[in-house]
């Protein structure tokens, strides 16, 4: 408090250093508590991996007692858990070339031709982003059925493939646009064809995009659960989310050799989003610190 001249007492402002202080210790407080809510589960997962059914029901926060590391040997051992993990990495490998390989030629269109209609037409591929396979399950069963691709993997890739250009579609015409019109013009100049300089030129600048489309489009077809599940009976495609469920089925006493399982599912995604997180931040980033 401070007093003036005519005796009143005025409340001294806060300072900025001391407001800064408060902001990020709020921040910081945030980020905590929003972290342990991811990882508190995982440990949780991983700890009751090495546990059993009775360690659980009695001790289910703390440590092994003995350790029964045998739950997820049985699993790493296990011939069917790999054939699902080279499934779901051949879908989603297969689902990323196809939607980038077409986002990003129909994004150059988009973004750097002047035609009749094309804000009609990108209308058309953004509409495409209120659609999700729940909706268009049944015809799409109905038209897979009479292509015969159950059963198939491309009849979860193509499904995949069309429902992920949309949202690709958007990201990349947005990056595509902030290319400089100077730059087009120099290489048309140099000789420099307009699919040379896509090719050549646009697609290398563009690789944080890329690089963010197809992260996103690989996590997408990694989580993938109904569309495999309507689309495969034989075990023999069945991708890692489909496992899981097999696998839970057919152990659902078992707790513990659950948990242990889906830890394992869970390790190739986060390996990989661990290798890519770098790439898709400044993905994300790109198209609004280019001038």
């Not at 991996?49 to 739950?71: C, R």
């Not at 599912?265 to 001038?291: C, D, H, N, W």
């Amino acid at each position: 408090m401070t007093t003036t001249v005519d005796g009143r007492r005025h409340a001294r402002p806060v300072r900025p250093r001391r407001r800064n202080t408060l902001k990020a210790v709020s921040l910081h407080t945030i980020a905590i508590v929003l972290g342990a809510l991811v990882v508190i589960p995982l440990l949780f997962g991983v700890v009751g991996g090495f546990k059993n059914t009775a360690q659980l029901s009695t001790n289910p926060f703390g440590l092994p007692d003995p350790w029964v590391p045998g739950n997820y040997t049985e699993v790493i051992f296990s011939g069917g858990f790999w054939r699902q993990v080279g499934n779901s990495v051949f879908v989603a490998l297969t689902t990323t070339a196809i939607v980038v390989a077409l986002s990003a030629m129909a994004s150059f269109v988009f973004a750097r031709f002047a035609f009749r209609g094309r804000e009609f037409l990108f209308v058309l591929f953004t509409i495409g982003l209120m659609f999700p396979f729940a909706v268009a399950i049944l015809p799409l069963f109905v038209l897979l059925r009479y292509m015969g691709l159950l059963d198939n993997p491309f009849g979860v890739i193509l499904p995949q493939a069309a429902f992920g250009l949309p949202v690709t579609i958007i990201i990349l015409r947005a990056f595509f646009r902030t290319i400089p019109r100077e730059v087009e013009e120099a290489a048309t100049i140099d000789g420099c064809s307009t699919f040379g300089f896509f090719w050549r030129i646009l697609l290398p600048m563009a690789r944080p995009a890329l690089a963010t489309v197809s992260v996103l489009t690989i996590v997408a077809s990694w989580n993938n659960f109904f569309l495999p599940l309507v689309i495969f009976n034989d075990p023999n495609w069945w991708t890692v989310p489909l496992g899981v469920q097999q696998f839970y089925g057919q152990y659902s006493s078992d707790t513990a050799r659950v948990l242990a399982y889906v830890v394992l599912a869970m390790v190739p995604a986060l390996a990989f989003y661990s290798v890519a997180e770098r790439q898709l931040i400044g993905g994300l980033t790109a198209g609004a610190t280019k001038g």
